[in-house]
């Protein structure tokens, strides 16, 4: 069965220190994977989507990369509005598979 | 521009009561998604709507859960009898054209909590 799996769970920063978050995935043929930021008490706010090993795409303080089994969200000197849970979630022909996300914490 | 709406935004009900959770997309979106999102997991894929049809209902957990979508625009989740494990936050999503290939833009979710 197809699976995203996310780690770490959570993850404490100090404003301004640089981390990454992974989400490793096994499914036959990545039709494309998307990068999601939630906040409590709201909805998914999308943030990229990758198609190809390879391809990285930047905003702002996060920069996200694809291989061919994972995908990393890089943020870089991270400030306490960063704080959020970011999800990952791969494309299959008829839904998205979720992870259950990394719940970032960047303190002041 | 106005953004995915979700009503209502909570919900309290008891043990056996049917409710009904309704989506209003974007405008111009043609596909429309539900989630559940329950404490502690990611987000379940639920259903999808290609205008007003929906091909594969496979992912509804139980034949409770029902779903429609009219003039291509309000989608409503119904569920009927419902139990303790229906609660948690219901996410309705919709994205502009071919599934799943586009963005999709979430709204707020509606909280359902079952006594």
């Known amino acids: 069965e197809d699976q995203v799996t996310q780690s770490p769970e959570a993850l404490r920063l100090q404003e301004g220190e640089s981390s990454s978050l992974n989400c490793s995935y096994t499914?036959?043929?990545?039709?494309?994977l998307f990068w999601y930021r939630q906040d409590p008490g709201k909805g998914p706010e999308f943030l990229f989507t990758l198609y190809s090993a390879g391809e990285e795409k930047e905003k702002e303080r996060l920069k996200a990369t694809l291989t061919k089994k994972e995908s990393f969200l890089h943020i870089t000197a991270p400030k306490p509005e960063d704080s959020a849970t970011y999800l990952c979630?791969?494309?299959?022909?008829?839904?998205?598979?979720f992870g259950k996300g990394t719940k970032l914490t960047v303190n002041p | 521009g106005a953004g995915v709406s979700q009503s209502p935004s909570n919900k309290v009900t008891e043990k056996g009561k049917d409710v009904e959770l309704r989506c209003d997309p974007i405008?111009?979106?043609?596909?429309l998604y539900w989630y559940r999102q329950s404490l502690g997991q990611g987000l379940e894929f639920l259903i999808y709507?290609?205008?007003?049809?929906?091909?594969?209902k496979s992912g509804l957990p139980s034949d409770r859960f029902s779903a429609e979508r009219t003039g291509g625009s309000v989608s409503t989740l119904t569920i009927q009898r419902t139990q303790q494990e229906d609660s948690a936050v219901y996410l309705c999503a919709s994205s502009l054209g071919q599934l799943f290939q586009e963005t999709q833009y979430f709204g707020p979710g509606t909280r359902l909590l079952v006594l």
């Open positions: 709507f290609q205008g007003n049809s929906a091909p594969d």
């Open positions: 979630a791969v494309q299959e022909p008829e839904r998205l598979v």
């Open positions: 499914v036959s043929g990545l039709r494309g």
């Open positions: 405008s111009g979106h043609t596909a």
